[in-house]
């Protein structure tokens, strides 16, 4: 598993803004307004979190897992988005996650067929996830169809050992940004961080395990 998360080209995102602005103005010139594509979905999808950077392979973003459980911001990329809820943990400890729509780490295929999402993990450090998780949020998105089944698969390495989490399946509710994935957070459930480690979430469309979510 490759634990090392790529850094920004930021020539890219400067040329990606010229070519925006070009655009906007040959709209002004010929009288027709011009809205570039990949403004116009990051518009209509989940909205972006709050400190959230991102690049042309993934949404990057932070959060601080809180010893009571509670929720993360999921980055929006790709169209996807939304909320995570966790269990309570032993230790507050840092988490930053990555939402990217193609395997950019060369992650373990967890599942059968391929995964539409890849929630990148980054534990600054170790802790222990308590059972007990409220219901609310969920991963969405336009690609996830309400009523659809989809499986849930993890994995965490600290060092040479690596941690799977135990897989389920969930069924997609609609929300306001399209289908919507609840209760991921039972992926922590019960569940261990020996130390500072690396990881993935990968969700797979069927219900290709008989535990639920």
């Keep these: 598993m490759k634990a090392v998360f790529a850094r920004d080209d930021r020539r890219l995102a400067t040329c990606a803004f010229a070519a925006a602005v070009c655009v906007a103005a040959y709209g002004e010139a010929s009288g027709k307004t011009l809205v570039p594509e990949r403004i116009t979905r990051a518009v209509s999808g989940a909205p972006t979190c709050t400190g959230q950077r991102t690049t042309r392979k993934y949404g ?10 509670g929720s993360f911001c999921i980055p929006a990329f790709g169209g996807f988005g939304g909320s995570m809820r966790y269990p ?31 929630l990148n993990l980054h534990f600054h450090a170790g802790t222990h996830f308590r059972s007990h998780l409220k219901s609310s949020g969920g991963l969405t998105s336009q690609t996830i169809q309400a009523g659809s089944t989809y499986t849930a698969y ?15 399946y969930t069924v997609a509710t609609q929300g306001p940004y399209g289908g919507v994935l609840p209760n991921l957070g039972h992926l922590f459930g019960d569940t261990t961080i020996t130390g500072a480690g690396y990881g993935v979430i990968e969700i797979y469309s069927g219900a290709q395990v008989s535990q639920g979510c």
């Design 88 to 118: 309570a943990v032993e230790t507050s400890v840092k988490l930053t996650i990555r939402t990217s729509t193609e395997n950019i780490y060369d992650e373990p295929q967890l599942g059968t067929g391929t995964s539409i999402v890849y």
């Design 60 to 69: 990057n973003g932070s959060a601080r897992l809180k010893t009571s459980g």
């Design 154 to 168: 993890g994995i965490v390495a600290v060092g040479h050992l690596s941690l799977m989490f135990p897989p389920c």
